[in-house]
Each structure stands twice: as structure tokens, then as C-alpha cells.
């Protein structure tokens, strides 16, 4: 501390000292001293010679002081420090998210099934659950071809020429798309629910609510600019009666539309 004040003083406050008696008695106070100058004159000089010295001194001893503040700190400031200082969050752990699946190539019809369904009716009760898997194996027995090609995998996975999915959740705009991709990291205990519902629709555990339905849609659709062009042509389809708390209506399509 002392060695670094001293060098200071020395290499800072003793030339401006110096340059600044010089400075202000040969320029800042007039023309230099000359022989022909009187006493009174000289006497002037001298003392506002002084006077810039000691402004020059009380600077110096400013600057000197903050460089040393600045630089080193108390005890008690760096008590302070320390208290002030937070300790950053530690970061939560969080659950890895899944990577979403892409390639269904070696899914079984029963797990294809369940997510359609899940992505498809997450709110629904399981019943209307059934219902829409039972739509989508009533599609396989149809013999319509642009429904799919009699399989449960061409059923699903059915699009039209300008790939445009019949079930939009496998759309690629489609925020259910993700409920499809994903299921069990956004609700698996749904997704159980959706595999048992798949489970024994399949297996012919769970019969047929809907008599027959390959078609669905919501019945806030009926009501809506957003109805599907077949719904309540009575020509090419005939609405199922269903349980008036489900979500969607069902309909069954005529013979005919082969």
C-alpha cells in the first residue's frame, strides 16, 4: 500500500507540480520574467505561482486518493461484497423431453391405433374413445379406396394427391401431430387409457357404438362454417345417433360412393 501511494506521489503529483510552477508562472500569468520587471511585478507573479502550485497539489492529492479507493477495498467493504453477492440459481432439473417418433414402420396396429385415437380424442370419455377407433377399423372393411387400402397402417396413414392426411392430427400444421408423435410426454395415463380402448377394440373386447361410422367430426363443426362437405348429405351419408355428451358426431357412409 505504502510502496504503491509513494510511486504515485513520484509519478504523478511531483512533475505536474513541477510543470504547473513553471507553466503558470511563464505562460498562464503573463509574459516571462524579464531583468527590466519590477519588484512589485515579480511579487505578483510569485504569489499566483503559489496559488496554481497548491490548486495543482489539492488535484493531485484528489486524484491519488480515488486511485487508491478504487484499487483497494476494507474489511468492511468487502464484508459488504460479500453479503451483496447472490449465489446464482442452481438450474432445475427437468424432465428430457422425448424426441418425437417419425418412423411408425415397426409400430403394431394396436399402438398406431392408441395414438391415433389419443391425438384424435384426448378429451373425449372412453366410450366416444372407442367410437373412434371403431371408425377408423370400419374403414378398413368398407371397400372405399380412397379411405385406405384395407389395412389398419393405409388406413390411418391415408392422404390425398396433394398429401393432405384424411385424419388431420398427422397433418404437418397440425398441433395434434405432436399428441400423435409423442403421447406418453403429454399425458400417459390418457395414453394407457387410448392402448386398452385400441387393445380390445382390436380384439373385439369393446363392441361397436356407432353401428358401422367410418366418419367423424365435431359437433361444433355442424354449427359452423368449418362443416365438412359431406356432412348432412343425406345422399352420401347417414348420421349415427349417439350420446349426447360426446364431443363428435358419427356418420356412415353410403355403399353407393364407391
Known amino acids: 500500500m505504502r510502496k504503491r501511494t509513494y510511486s ?9 507540480i513541477i510543470g504547473g510552477m513553471a507553466y503558470g508562472s511563464n505562460t498562464l500569468l503573463g509574459s516571462p520574467i524579464t531583468k527590466r520587471e519590477n519588484p512589485a511585478r515579480i511579487e505578483q507573479i510569485v504569489e499566483n505561482s503559489e496559488d496554481v502550485s497548491n490548486s495543482l497539489i489539492a488535484k493531485a492529492r484528489s486524484f491519488v486518493a480515488n486511485e487508491i479507493r478504487t484499487t483497494h ?13 447472490q449465489k446464482p440459481k442452481e438450474k432445475q432439473t427437468q424432465k428430457p423431453v422425448q424426441i418425437p417418433t417419425t418412423d411408425f414402420s415397426k409400430y ?25 377407433a371403431y371408425s377408423v ?4 372393411r368398407d371397400g372405399l379406396k380412397y379411405n385406405g387400402e384395407g389395412s389398419l ?19 404437418k400444421n397440425d398441433k395434434a401431430l ?19 380402448v385400441a387393445e380390445g377394440v382390436l380384439s373385439g373386447k369393446y363392441k361397436d357404438p356407432t353401428n358401422g361410422a367410418n366418419l367423424y367430426c365435431l359437433e361444433t363443426q355442424l354449427e359452423s362454417d368449418d362443416t365438412p362437405y359431406w356432412a348432412g348429405k343425406t345422399d352420401l351419408v347417414d348420421k349415427v345417433n349417439t350420446p349426447s355428451y360426446w364431443l363428435h358426431g358419427f356418420f356412415k357412409e353410403h355403399k353407393s360412393r364407391k
Do not use: M
Open 8 to 16: 504515485l506521489w513520484k509519478g504523478i503529483l511531483i512533475p505536474i
Open 73 to 85: 477495498t476494507t474489511p468492511a467493504e468487502k464484508n459488504q461484497k460479500s453479503n451483496d453477492y
Open 108 to 132: 403394431t396396429d394396436e399402438d398406431l391405433l392408441a395414438r391415433l385415437v389419443f391425438a384424435e380424442g384426448l378429451p373425449c370419455p372412453k366410450d366416444e374413445k372407442i367410437a373412434i
Open 137 to 140: 377399423v370400419n374403414r378398413t
Open 153 to 171: 397402417r393405409s388406413v390411418i396413414f391415408k392422404a390425398n394427391e396433394k398429401g393432405i392426411h384424411q385424419y388431420s392430427c398427422l397433418n
Open 178 to 196: 405432436l399428441f400423435f408423435e409423442n403421447p406418453e410426454e403429454y399425458n400417459a395415463e390418457k395414453f394407457r387409457e387410448c392402448l386398452d
